[in-house]
Antibody, heavy 119, light 107 residues
Framework: EVQLVESGGGLVQPGRSLRLSCAASGFTFDDYAMHWVRQAPGKGLEWVSG????????GYADSVKGRFTISRDNAKNSLYLQMNSLRAEDTALYYC????????????WGQGTMVTVSS | SYELTQPLSVSVALGQTARITCGGNNIGSKNVHWYQQKPGQAPVLVIY???NRPSGIPERFSGSNSGNTATLTISRAQAGDEADYYCQVWDSSTAVVFGGGTKLTVL
């Protein structure tokens, strides 16, 4: 079964850090570019960051640039998001998603992990 | 930065055809993807590269893209089609862009 499972979310104070993980199974992980997409409560989808299959190309939304770092470990079939200097506006459900290429659709999605930034 | 504009809501009578638009500057030159998201669930890809359906998506779902507007068309709408729908493109300056989403109501 093709699957993405996120973990690492939780309640964190403003200014603190959190690391999200995404475990992939059921498909060839290193054939895919991987992305993080978030959704604030009651809001739409917002792309956060993406990484190519070999980590050679990385991009960030302006809203997280300089604070978040995406990485992957193909040997472990895993994707990560290191989130530093968290703000209240980072509160959202964070989805891990896979796309076959840089301009391809996100055809595999996880169920998400919730991050709440609050004092 | 590149922006995509969707109507906040679209209503359709049961069994009729719903059309959800996605506006963007010269969007016809880009590949548009569409996602369906039901409450409490992750998004699901329903159309990729303007008009292609992934396996398992009913033929009732179709897409088109030209000029400044892409359109998702849902024929013979069913109650189970009620969901939020998002368009998405890749842009060289903004990377991945999602539309604001459209809530489809089946009456």
């Amino acid at each position: 079964e093709v699957q993405l499972v996120e973990s690492g979310g939780g309640l964190v104070q403003p200014g603190r850090s959190l690391r999200l993980s995404c475990a992939a199974s059921g498909f060839t992980f290193d054939d895919y570019a991987m992305h993080w997409v978030r959704q604030a409560p009651g809001k739409g989808l917002e792309w956060v960051s993406g990484i190519s299959w070999n980590s050679g190309s990385i991009g960030y939304a302006d809203s997280v640039k300089g604070r978040f770092t995406i990485s992957r470990d193909n040997a472990k079939n895993s994707l990560y998001l290191q989130m530093n200097s968290l703000r209240a506006e980072d509160t959202a459900l964070y989805y891990c998603s896979a796309a076959a290429g840089p301009d391809d659709a996100f055809d595999i999605w996880g169920q998400g992990t919730m991050v709440t930034v609050s004092s | 930065s590149y922006e995509l504009t969707q109507p906040l809501s679209v209503s359709v009578a049961l069994g009729q055809t719903a059309r959800i638009t996605c506006g963007g500057n010269n969007i016809g030159s880009k590949n548009v993807h569409w996602y369906q998201q039901k409450p409490g669930q992750a998004p699901v890809l329903v159309i990729y590269r303007d008009s292609n359906r992934p396996s398992g998506i009913p033929e009732r779902f179709s897409g088109s893209n030209s000029g400044n507007t892409a359109t998702l068309t849902i024929s013979r709408a069913q109650a189970g089609d009620e969901a939020d729908y998002y368009c998405q493109v890749w842009d060289s300056s903004t990377a991945v862009v999602f539309g604001g989403g459209t809530k489809l109501t089946v009456l």
